[in-house]
């Protein structure tokens, strides 16, 4: 069964960070093109970063404008898991957060998504 289960999220005051991690079951991430997505209470799901490999290298990876130099997304092939490095986190960043699968083949199609995991930034 596919699956993609994330965690890591919490409450966290404002300036702190967290690690959210987003662990594969039934497919080998770094065969996908990946991305981390967010929505927040009363928007839209908008993306916050998102990754292509080529022969297990990184090729192409593209941060939202509000997140590029605080967040980073790496990934541990052993273990099957993709991480997100939030650091230097702001109110503004409370929202749901999930991981999606998928491919690009001039835009971004992603088939497989997680349940989400919370965060709040918040003193």
């Known amino acids: 069964q596919l699956q993609l289960v994330e965690s890591g999220g919490g409450l966290v005051q404002p300036g702190g960070s967290l690690r959210l991690s987003c662990a594969a079951s039934?497919?080998?991430?770094?065969?996908?093109?990946i991305g981390w997505f967010r929505q927040a209470p009363g928007k839209e799901r908008e993306f916050v970063v998102r990754?292509?490999?080529?022969?297990?290298?990184?090729?192409?990876?593209d941060y939202e404008d509000s997140v590029r130099g605080r967040f980073t997304i790496s990934r541990d092939n052993a273990k099957n898991t993709v991480y997100l490095q939030m650091n230097s986190l702001k109110p503004e960043d409370t929202a749901i957060y999930y991981c999606?699968?998928?491919?690009?083949?001039?835009?971004?199609?992603?088939?497989?998504w997680g349940q989400g995991t919370q965060v709040t930034v918040s003193s």
């Open positions: 999606a699968a998928g491919s690009y083949n001039g835009r971004y199609k992603f088939d497989y």
């Open positions: 039934g497919l080998t991430l770094d065969m996908y093109t």
């Open positions: 990754i292509r490999w080529r022969n297990s290298i990184t090729y192409y990876v």
